[in-house]
């Protein structure tokens, strides 16, 4: 990630990203006690307000710390960090946490005041031969705890299979449990078979994704089969597609995993078709041209 833009919002304040302080008593710092969502912003718009917004709510109420502020202030506020940083085309990064405490105790505490924190980062722009020859990935045993549903900064687990990705010279680690695809390290997975697009059920296992999401309704539209089922990992080689979806980048073609070329080892049809899809919706709600 490229470093982020001048103008970041802290509890009320919008001030310069250098100049933004928290207690080291917050529970953020001290037991990673906070939720955070990442949102693309489009043309000066946060893309998918509403589906980010839903699952911070999700994920505060599972941690039971009050939201702060309703949709139409997140969004207005998203809006005027947007603008103070440039406006265009940008990533917003948001952060609740439980707020701080007076000493340090495991048991969520009463009556705390969030910590309330956003910033900004310039658009992440892909290298071409990421769409003309896709992206490698590793499989590793899912390392993190039962809730991956809570979008927690408590990431130690992600940050370790991200990490072993890295070592291993690819883009992400595909995380297996029980024998079963569960997500990315910072990813959800869709797989195709048999022409038909695939993804595991949600549950506690994996992150709701809005990518994924969208990804799958943009599928049934252009009338690409959908399956939702739990996936075999050892039917993760054979497929004939995987891809990887996230806020930060879209959907991106995995042509290789493991060291081994998934289908043709090359980006196929069903990830070209939602790839044009996604550009054109996503230009769509942020008013601008498609490329
Ligand atoms: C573990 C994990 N799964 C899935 C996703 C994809 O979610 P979204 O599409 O909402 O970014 C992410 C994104 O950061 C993630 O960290």
């Given at each position: 990630m490229a470093a982020p833009l001048a103008v970041a919002y802290l509890n009320g304040a919008f001030l310069p990203l250098?100049?933004?302080?928290?207690?080291?008593?917050d529970r953020g710092f001290l037991f990673g006690d906070a939720v955070y969502e990442v949102?693309?912003?489009?043309?000066?718009?946060?893309?998918?307000?509403?589906?980010?917004?839903?699952?911070?709510?999700?994920?505060?109420?599972?941690?039971?710390?009050?939201?702060?502020?309703?949709?139409?202030?997140?969004?207005?506020?998203?809006?005027?960090?947007?603008?103070?940083?440039?406006?265009?085309?940008?990533?917003?990064y948001l952060q609740v946490s439980r707020g701080a405490e007076a000493g340090r105790n495991h048991a969520m505490p009463k009556g705390l005041t969030p910590t309330v924190f956003m910033m900004c980062s310039p658009p992440l722009v892909e290298a071409p031969a990421v769409l003309t020859e896709g992206i490698a990935a590793i499989?590793?045993?899912?390392?993190?705890?039962?809730?991956?549903?809570?979008?927690?900064t408590a990431l130690l687990g992600n940050v370790l299979a991200k990490s072993a990705a890295v070592e291993?010279?690819?883009?992400?680690?595909?995380?297996?449990?029980?024998?079963?695809?569960?997500?990315?390290?910072?990813?959800?997975?869709?797989?195709?078979?048999?022409?038909?697009?695939?993804?595991?059920?949600?549950?506690?296992?994996?992150?709701?994704?809005?990518t994924r999401d969208l990804c799958l309704r943009l599928a049934l539209r252009a009338r690409i089969a959908v399956e939702i089922a739990p996936i075999a990992a050892d039917?993760?080689?054979?497929?004939s597609e995987l891809l990887v979806c996230f806020a930060s980048r879209g959907v991106l073609p995995v042509t290789r995993l493991n060291g081994a070329p998934?289908?043709?080892?090359?980006?196929?049809?069903?990830?070209?078709?939602?790839?044009?899809?996604?550009?054109?919706?996503?230009?769509?709600?942020?008013?601008t041209a498609p490329l």
């Open positions: 250098g100049q933004a302080r928290i207690s080291p008593l949102l693309p912003v489009y043309g000066g718009r946060p893309f998918l307000a509403a589906e980010h917004l839903a699952r911070l709510e999700r994920s505060l109420a599972a941690l039971r710390v009050p939201n702060p502020h309703g949709r139409e202030d997140w969004v207005a506020l998203m809006l005027d960090l947007i603008a103070r940083n440039g406006g265009g085309d940008m990533g917003l499989t590793l045993a899912d390392p993190r705890w039962k809730r991956c549903d809570i979008k927690s291993a010279g690819v883009t992400e680690a595909i995380l297996i449990a029980n024998g079963e695809l569960r997500e990315g390290a910072s990813s959800s997975v869709l797989v195709v078979k048999g022409g038909k697009l695939c993804a595991p059920p949600e549950g506690p296992e994996i992150l709701p994704g809005t039917s993760l080689a054979g497929a998934i289908g043709a080892g090359r980006p196929g049809p069903v990830w070209q078709a939602l790839y044009e899809a996604f550009q054109a919706y996503r230009h769509q709600a942020a008013g």
